[in-house]
């Protein structure tokens, strides 16, 4: 059956996910990552065209957001000395055939690599956007139900899709599970 899940809220965590360290009141926008199989190209010596070929790769993660005004608190952990961090975004979901509200949860562990204080003009103020990149590990949810996980360090185990392991088989092959 259709239905339309309607993201209305959105509330951001850089580095802890303590209350204390919540963005809603500043946050614009939010961009989760785009998940993008590495593909290339192939044309056999006898074939009439080509084909893009599924390679098993994901390309890499690179989520970003944007904040209203000046932010020192997150701007301190632009290059920061310590690695990757944890961000949490959380979200909530309109379910309008149910007519209920549904928890997202996403949590990346990546580097803040870019930080772009916007231009002010005086009656539009200020943004400033971020991306983060060497991101490692990211899972979302939906409900409490696991929608996307990525693990680097886990190898064609680290990559499920809800909660099944996209690359069950060459985990098995490779001794991975």
Known sequence: MSNIFHMNMANLFVGDD???????LTIKNVKLP???ETT????????????????GLIEPLMPS????GFNPGVQQHFMPAAGRIKYT???NVYDLREQTDLELKAIIQGRLTKMEMGEFTRDAGM??????????????????QEKFYFDYFSGPAGFRVNGQVVQQRAARNLGLV
């Open 18 to 24: 303590d209350p204390s360290n919540s963005l809603f």
């Open 34 to 36: 785009t998940f993008e």
């Open 40 to 55: 290339k190209d192939h044309a056999g010596g006898g074939a009439s065209g080509k084909v893009q070929l599924g390679m």
């Open 65 to 68: 957001f944007q904040l209203e």
């Open 89 to 91: 975004i959380r979200g």
């Open 127 to 144: 943004t400033e956007d971020y991306e983060i990149k060497e991101a490692l590990f990211y899972s979302i949810s939906l409900g409490g």
